[in-house]
């Protein structure tokens, strides 16, 4: 549950402070406002990194050197670019982000899935079709919120992987011995095993989840996994010392929508698409649940829009059973949802109306 956000010089929201219902918020407010930025911190909260920022110092603020979250008063970030100047004659080195409970300082891996959350966004609406990256990046968002092992796993993982590919780089170049490769293999393998087996968990758990809802649910995914082995990583020594890169393992992974046992992303409708996007963001909320007995946030970034009627539907239906924060730009929305919902006698209150954002708890 998220009640409080507080945010200093987080991109344009320069000093701003939020409360959110236990049950419904919206955030109505028009484009470029910052309803975007507001749910990025929460999530930054949640996961300890933002979705959509490449390198953390885009959030803050252009005019500033400092960026603050905080959430519910225990949970902190600051950002920073690296230096403060604090008087003295150069600036001094400072750590470009730091997380605090409490605050007593936390690592990444202790620091995400405190809170947890799933968020569901226009650019999700692609994950069938765009490139694996993405996925990847989706199953390391769903797994990371539950098991501080994978956490530990994709962080031990990722520096092997650069470290390996730098000395296949040096063997190629400057002749170093093969066998320093050992170590690194040894690393991957462990790392990557791990990863492989708590994806395959996660989408196990997504095709034997049985919804009751108004939607075609018949959808699948397939896991084209690029196992890691001593035998694999044998095979394409070769080619790995030629092309400088780790071929094999999770990095490399994958996996498919299917409709009907048909690939979704090479027949399916636009709007079938976007369905199986749905179904798999409501089993990412019932694995959350299921694996941390929590009920995770729901943050719906002006999905609304992008939706049509009976999608829309599906999605009403299940935000009655979560803590939901909803943006829209359109402020009917807000009668609409409300007339839809029966919510006519509900108060409507409007605890902060500042610049343009409104916030409506319900
Ligand atoms: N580091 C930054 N410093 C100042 N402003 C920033 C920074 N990063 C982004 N912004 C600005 O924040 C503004 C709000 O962005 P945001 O995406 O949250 O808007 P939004 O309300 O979600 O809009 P839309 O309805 O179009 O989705 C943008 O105009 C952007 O230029
Ligand atoms: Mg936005």
Redesign the pocket.
């Known amino acids: 549950m998220i009640t409080k956000l507080v945010l200093q010089n987080f ?2 929201l320069k000093k701003e402070s939020f409360q959110f219902s236990s049950n419904l918020t919206f955030i109505i ?10 749910l ?1 911190a929460i999530f930054m909260l949640s996961t300890g990194k933002s979705f959509k920022a490449r390198i953390e110092e ?6 500033t050197e400092i960026a603050r979250i905080i959430g519910n008063s225990n949970l902190e970030i600051v950002l920073t670019r690296g230096f403060l100047d604090i008087g003295k004659s150069v600036p001094s080195r400072v750590a470009r982000k730091k997380l605090t409970i409490n605050k007593i300082s936390k690592r990444l891996i202790d620091f995400a899935g405190n809170l947890k959350v799933v968020l569901f966004a226009p650019h999700d609406l692609d994950l069938v079709t765009d490139a694996p990256t993405l996925r990847r990046k989706f199953l390391d968002t769903v797994i990371s919120q539950v098991d501080r092992e994978y956490r530990r796993a994709i962080l031990s993982y990722d520096k092997g992987l650069r470290q390996r590919n730098r000395l296949l780089f040096r063997i190629r170049e400057e002749n170093v011995s093969r066998s320093h490769l050992l170590f690194w293999n040894q690393l991957l393998i462990k790392n990557g095993n791990y990863i492989t087996d708590q994806r395959q968990k996660f989408i196990d758990f997504v095709n034997n989840t049985d919804f009751k809802l108004n939607i075609n649910t018949n959808y699948k995914l397939e896991y084209d996994r690029s196992a890691i082995s001593e035998g694999r990583l044998e095979q394409y020594k070769n080619e790995e010392i030629a092309s400088a890169t780790t071929l094999v393992g999770p990095h490399r992974d994958d996996f498919l929508f299917k409709l009907e046992e048909k690939d979704l992303s090479a027949y399916g409708s636009r709007a079938e698409q976007r369905m199986g996007v749905l179904w798999l963001k409501l089993a990412e909320l019932s694995f959350i649940e299921r694996e941390t007995s929590e009920i995770p946030v729901l943050l719906l ?2 999905i609304f829009s992008e939706l049509d009627h009976p999608h829309r539907k599906v999605v009403m239906d299940v935000i009655k059973n979560y803590q939901t924060i909803i ?1 829209a ?1 359109d402020p009917h929305f807000v009668e609409e949802f409300k007339s839809k919902k029966n919510l006519q006698s509900s108060g409507k209150h409007i605890l902060s109306l500042r610049d343009k954002i409104q916030i409506i708890n319900l």
Not at 58 to 63: L, T, V
Request: negative net charge; charged residues 30%; contains cysteine.
């Open positions: 991109r344009n407010a028009p484009n470029a406002a910052g309803k975007t930025n507001i990025e885009e959030c803050i603020n252009y005019d970034d002006d943006t730009a």
